[in-house]
């Protein structure tokens, strides 16, 4: 059974970095698609980006010049940097795995969460 | 971007009675070459991450109960409940996965009447 294990900082200064990273245990991790979603405060989803085992990457064009996905397939780990972030970018930022070697497939297994807040 | 418009944004309905919820995109999501829709429903509860309740439209995901189905083709797609238990109040999204970057419904809240 795939295992999402996701950590990183909670609190962030406005036009600091966000830094996640996502563990995957319990499955082949170069059969995935690998990607990060977030949700604000009481508001609905967005899907930030995508990757896969050798690099290759798909990312929200609205957030494409702040976000960069990254992959570390020794330790099974995925990452997420978004630079210069702002109040707007306040959420509970989620870690999935796409259902789908292809790169477009439903988010199957999620991580827990984590909270992210940008306060001066 | 594919947008996708869920309808009603709230529903209340009575403990085993049915819900419908209603999931419209921009565009098609129906692939010609697999004609498979892709399209999944997830249902979220305070506090924890959605959970995938049905992909390529109407598929439902292992360990889900029958009375959740799902259906609709191209841009059109529903999500049914048959019999309302008091467990599934949450939210549900729908989502596509078609283009090159993905997209969600805004959620619709599904209450106890």
């Known amino acids: 059974q795939v295992q999402l294990q996701q950590w990183g900082a909670g609190l962030l200064r406005p036009s600091e970095t966000l830094s996640l990273t996502c563990a995957v245990s319990?499955?082949?991790?170069?059969?995935?698609?690998w990607s990060w979603i977030r949700q604000p405060p009481g508001k609905g989803l967005e899907w930030i980006g995508e990757?896969?085992?050798?690099?290759?990457?798909k990312y929200n064009p609205s957030l494409k010049t702040r976000v960069t996905i990254s992959v570390d397939t020794s330790m099974n780990h995925f990452s997420l940097k978004l630079s210069s972030v702002t109040a707007a970018d306040t959420a509970v930022y989620y870690c999935?795995?796409?259902?789908?070697?292809?790169?477009?497939?439903?988010?199957?297994?999620w991580g827990q969460g984590t909270l992210v807040t940008v306060s001066p | 971007d594919i947008v996708m418009t869920q309808s009603p944004d709230s529903l209340a309905v009575s403990l085993g009675e049915r819900a419908t919820i209603n999931c419209k995109s921009s565009?098609?999501?129906?692939?010609?070459?697999?004609?498979?829709?892709?399209l999944a429903w997830y249902q979220q509860k305070p506090g924890q991450p959605p959970k995938l309740l049905i992909d390529?439209?109407?598929t439902r995901e292992s360990g889900v109960p029958d009375r959740f189905s799902g259906s609709g083709s191209g841009t059109d797609f529903t999500l049914t409940i048959s019999s309302l238990q008091a467990e599934d109040v949450a939210v549900y999204y729908c989502?596509?996965?078609?283009?090159?970057?993905?997209?969600f419904g805004q959620g619709t809240k599904l209450e106890i009447k």
């Open positions: 999935a795995r796409v259902e789908s070697g292809s790169g477009y497939g439903p988010l199957d297994h």
């Open positions: 319990g499955e082949s991790f170069s059969d995935y698609y």
């Open positions: 990757i896969n085992h050798s690099g290759s990457t």
């Open positions: 565009q098609s999501v129906l692939f010609s070459s697999n004609k498979k829709n892709y």
């Open positions: 390529w439209a109407s």
């Open positions: 989502h596509q996965y078609y283009g090159d970057s993905y997209t």
